[in-house]
């Protein structure tokens, strides 16, 4: 699992970055998520990586 934060703007960004923010579920600064750690997460989440803040989680502590 991945706990996925939004932590710079999406103001000024490309469409396309925004597309795949709010394809992740982020929608406002600071809003986190967790999602399946698959390939297709992983390629989203690294397209944007410059305004996320990523960590690993196990199904424990979620």
């Given at each position: 699992?991945?706990?996925?934060?939004?932590?710079?703007?999406?103001?000024?960004?490309?469409e396309?970055?925004?597309?795949v923010?709010?394809?992740?579920?982020?929608?406002?600064?600071?809003?986190?998520?967790?999602?399946q750690?698959?390939?297709?997460?992983?390629?989203m989440?690294?397209?944007?990586?410059?305004l996320?803040k990523?960590?690993?989680?196990?199904?424990?502590?979620?």
């Amino acid at each position: 699992m991945l706990k996925i934060t939004l932590v710079k703007s999406m103001i000024g960004r490309p469409e396309k970055h925004r597309k795949v923010l709010r394809g992740m579920g982020l929608t406002k600064m600071n809003r986190t998520v967790i999602l399946q750690d698959t390939p297709s997460i992983r390629g989203m989440a690294n397209a944007v990586s410059h305004l996320l803040k990523i960590e690993e989680v196990n199904d424990a502590t979620s």
